[in-house]
């Protein structure tokens, strides 16, 4: 099944404490991008990669860090989480940049910053 | 990209069609228009796409107007499982999404 998965669901952490969260396709997209999401605001892309090894920023791209060593993983990193990147993120991949092509998401992973 | 403009909120009678309106006013030539609805806090889900025709699939159909200045997504026989946000979306080649606020669709039995 064609699929994006993105891990943990859920995670509550403290301030400052390092952490990243998974992303994976198994579909051979080229293109990947994560999305935050907070009442009010909307959708919005932090970081999106066109290929391996190629990564740019979105929108919101601070306080995160993307990489992409690998064509089906595209893995968020939060060096030192602040209480404002408390949000619901969101994972998406698609074939590639190229409208006419439509785009999956993952489950979409909760965060709490205290 | 375009800016899309969508009512806030909708509701419809389950079994009878839901029609979601999306203006687009200044889209250009080279831009599609997307639909993707997000079910309560779930990952968006793709809908349906079109440039200038109207297109149908099994979820929907959508009708873009002639001058393509707007458009409709049809959702021909609503079930409760359709209550969701609605996202119209104008997007140009090479170009990432830009989500908007959607409309919200209560299917009401």
């Known amino acids: 099944e064609a699929q994006v998965t993105q891990n943990p669901r859920y995670l509550i952490t403290v301030t400052g404490k390092k952490l990243t969260v998974t992303c994976s396709q198994n579909m051979n997209h080229e293109y990947m991008s994560w999305y935050r999401q907070d009442p009010g605001l909307g959708l919005r892309q932090i970081y999106y990669?066109?290929?391996?090894?190629?990564?740019d920023k979105g929108d919101v791209p601070e306080g995160y860090k993307v990489s992409r060593k690998e064509k089906r993983n595209f893995p968020l990193i939060l060096e030192s989480p602040s209480p404002n990147q408390t949000s619901l993120y969101f994972c998406?991949?698609?074939?590639?940049?190229?409208?006419?092509?439509?785009?999956?998401f993952g489950q979409g992973t909760r965060l709490t910053v205290v | 990209d375009a800016k899309t403009t969508q009512p806030t909120s909708m509701d419809c009678a389950e079994g009878r069609a839901a029609n979601l309106p999306c203006n687009h006013s200044?889209?250009?030539?080279?831009?599609?228009v997307y639909w993707y609805r997000q079910i309560h806090s779930q990952g968006p889900q793709y809908i349906i796409h079109?440039?200038?025709n109207n297109e149908t699939n099994e979820m929907a159909s959508l009708i873009i107007t002639e001058d393509r200045k707007s458009s409709t997504l049809i959702l021909p026989h609503a079930t409760l499982r359709d209550t969701a946000v609605y996202y119209c979306?104008?997007?140009?080649?090479?170009?990432?999404?830009?989500f908007g606020a959607g409309t919200r669709l209560t299917v009401k039995p």
């Open positions: 998406a991949s698609s074939l590639n940049r190229a409208v006419n092509t439509e785009a999956f």
């Open positions: 979306i104008v997007q140009a080649y090479n170009n990432d999404m830009r």
């Open positions: 079109g440039l200038k």
């Open positions: 990669s066109m290929n391996v090894e190629v990564t």
């Open positions: 200044t889209i250009s030539g080279n831009e599609y």
